[in-house]
């Protein structure tokens, strides 16, 4: 008679098997041609068919879940930002390639890049204060940076942690021009999406604290999603802080909507403003009692 591990080497073997004969195929070239007699779970013809995006919904949902369930990951900070700032280090290398070229048009963007380089060091400052706070947490209360895991400001967070040796997450996305996660993210805690809202509803299910550097429509996009879940009492309330003073008064004038009766004045306190990763920091430690 069968064990229950017999039944679970032989399942394990089953999907193994599928799997190897995908790859088989794949190896020698050979086209995978919609199979009927082929394991559902291992077609990939009848996995990507439309009528299938509700369980491929549910695949991108369990899977992170379960990666970081196992890994201990209960709470995060997530850290929103432009994938297009670089660090300091990087800036004046492009600031100094550009004055040996002597073309004023590079010259002024390597002085911006140099400029916006100021964000990249406070979200890794950022990075670093909470994976320092964390190291002396038991596991179940650890705080855990979570990126978009590309480059510019969530490469920036994910060092931080990294400076500290202690794990981060990323929840990447599939785009047509294709990235990889940065090289700052623990791999075993570096997940790739293909729906945004999937992506999102993770960002937020474990989220203890959102903190925005200046970005371009993503990360505004991110921003006014939070804002609006908080707002209308569909997510508990967290620390929503804004770093980068200077960026964030020229693009957000919001007085207009209480002016316009858009939104009421109390919404304008759902979040913070601040200049430097240590006030950040003190915005979440001061709400949480830390």
């Known amino acids: 008679m069968d064990t229950t591990e017999d039944i679970k080497d032989s399942s394990h073997s089953s999907l193994a098997d599928a799997w190897a004969e995908l790859q088989a195929h794949a190896d020698h070239g050979e086209p995978l041609e919609p199979d009927a007699y082929r394991l559902a779970f291992a077609d990939p013809e009848f996995l990507l068919r439309k009528e299938i995006r509700g369980i491929r919904f549910q695949l991108e949902l369990l899977k992170p879940e379960l990666g970081l369930q196992a890994a201990g990951v209960h709470n995060t900070i997530v850290v929103f930002g432009s994938a297009r700032f670089v660090s300091p280090d990087a800036a004046e290398t492009q600031l100094a390639a550009a004055r040996v070229q002597g073309d004023p048009q590079l010259i002024a963007l390597a002085e911006r890049a140099l400029r916006t380089s100021?964000?990249?060091?406070?979200?890794?400052?950022?990075?670093?204060?909470?994976?320092?706070?964390?190291?002396?947490?038991?596991?179940?209360?650890?705080?855990?940076?979570?990126?978009?895991?590309?480059?510019?400001?969530?490469?920036?967070?994910?060092?931080?942690?990294?400076?500290?040796?202690?794990?981060?997450?990323?929840?990447?996305?599939?785009?047509?021009?294709?990235?990889?996660?940065?090289?700052?993210?623990?791999?075993?805690?570096?997940?790739?999406?293909?729906?945004?809202?999937?992506?999102?509803?993770?960002?937020?299910?474990?989220?203890?604290?959102?903190?925005?550097?200046?970005?371009?429509?993503?990360?505004?996009?991110?921003?006014?999603?939070?804002?609006?879940?908080?707002?209308?009492?569909?997510?508990?309330?967290?620390?929503?802080?804004?770093?980068?003073?200077?960026?964030?008064?020229?693009?957000?004038?919001?007085?207009?909507?209480?002016?316009?009766?858009?939104?009421?004045?109390?919404?304008?306190h759902l979040f913070t403003t601040v200049d430097t990763a240590a006030e950040a920091w003190s915005v979440v430690q001061s709400f949480y009692k830390l």
């Open 118 to 268: 100021a964000y990249y060091e406070q979200s890794r400052e950022f990075g670093r204060l909470v994976a320092q706070y964390s190291l002396r947490l038991p596991q179940e209360e650890k705080l855990f940076i979570c990126t978009g895991g590309g480059p510019g400001i969530m490469e920036a967070a994910n060092r931080g942690s990294h400076d500290v040796g202690v794990p981060s997450v990323s929840l990447n996305i599939a785009l047509p021009h294709e990235q990889s996660a940065n090289p700052y993210v623990t791999p075993s805690l570096s997940f790739k999406f293909h729906y945004f809202a999937l992506r999102k509803m993770h960002f937020l299910m474990r989220a203890k604290a959102l903190i925005v550097f200046p970005g371009g429509f993503g990360t505004l996009d991110e921003l006014f999603e939070v804002l609006t879940l908080v707002q209308t009492k569909k997510a508990k309330p967290v620390p929503i802080v804004l770093c980068g003073r200077d960026y964030w008064s020229r693009m957000l004038h919001l007085d207009t909507l209480v002016d316009e009766g858009t939104i009421s004045p109390d919404d304008l």
